[in-house]
């Protein structure tokens, strides 16, 4: 059964660097692109970006510059850092595989069960 | 980038009631739109990708459908542990395959 753990920090100050991990077990970590979503309180989820695991990434604009992804092959994990957080940045941070059904398609078919990082000082 | 919105953004509902939620993409995704239901603390489950593809496992009563920009979701009889937030993201456009803001169907 594949199983998606994150773990890091509960609480980030305002404009440090918010480091998240998230565990892969029971999948085969090659082959596959690892995304990063988050969701706000009572809000919607957001697309921060994704990883493959030869180390290619792709983010959200909107985040980019403050975005920075990683994979760790030999432990079967990769990685979110956000610098410069902010107030707006607090919210439920899923990692999540995404499966390929074709050269465009895709779909997040297993997904962390999500931590919760809150921004304040 | 492109953008997704999705009407209604909260519905109420009674057991056996027919339910269409609707997503409209701001250009042609060619079928690349995928439906995630969301229960409270729990993350998203993926309920039918390629526009129409049940995923395994997905009751046969959530059906996809649309083309060009408008796609939609349909519970053809809503149960018990229907009521749940729904997304479309669509996964045509990188770098950001954007969600819609969600539809919250709720107990009439």
């Known amino acids: 059964q594949v199983q998606l753990q994150e773990s890091g920090p509960g609480l980030v100050k305002p404009s440090e660097t918010l480091s998240l991990t998230c565990a892969v077990s029971?999948?085969?970590?090659?082959?596959?692109?690892w995304a990063w979503i988050r969701q706000p309180p009572g809000k919607g989820l957001e697309w921060i970006g994704y990883i493959y695991y030869t180390g290619t990434t792709k983010y959200n604009p909107s985040l980019k510059s403050r975005v920075t992804m990683s994979v760790d092959t030999s432990k079967s994990q990769f990685s979110l850092k956000l610098s410069s957080v902010t107030a707006a940045d607090t919210a439920v941070y899923y990692c999540?595989?995404?499966?390929?059904?074709?050269?465009?398609?895709?779909?997040?078919?297993?997904w962390g069960k999500g931590t919760t990082v809150t921004v304040s000082s | 980038d492109i953008q997704v919105t999705q009407s209604p953004s909260s519905l109420s509902a009674s057991v056996g009631d027919r339910v269409t939620i609707t997503c409209r993409a701001s250009q042609s995704i060619s079928g690349y739109l995928n439906w995630y239901q969301q229960k409270p603390g729990k993350p998203p489950n993926l309920l039918i990708y390629a526009e129409s593809t049940l995923q395994s496992g997905v009751p046969s009563r959530f059906s996809g459908s649309g083309s060009g920009t408008e796609f939609t979701l349909t519970i053809s009889s809503l149960q018990p542990e229907d009521f749940a937030t729904y997304y479309c993201?669509?996964?045509?456009?990188?770098?950001?395959?954007?969600f819609g803001g969600g539809t919250k169907v709720e107990i009439k």
């Open positions: 029971g999948s085969s970590f090659s082959n596959y692109y």
């Open positions: 999540a595989r995404i499966y390929y059904y074709d050269s465009t398609g895709n779909y997040m078919d297993v």
């Open positions: 993201q669509q996964t045509y456009s990188t770098p950001s395959l954007t």
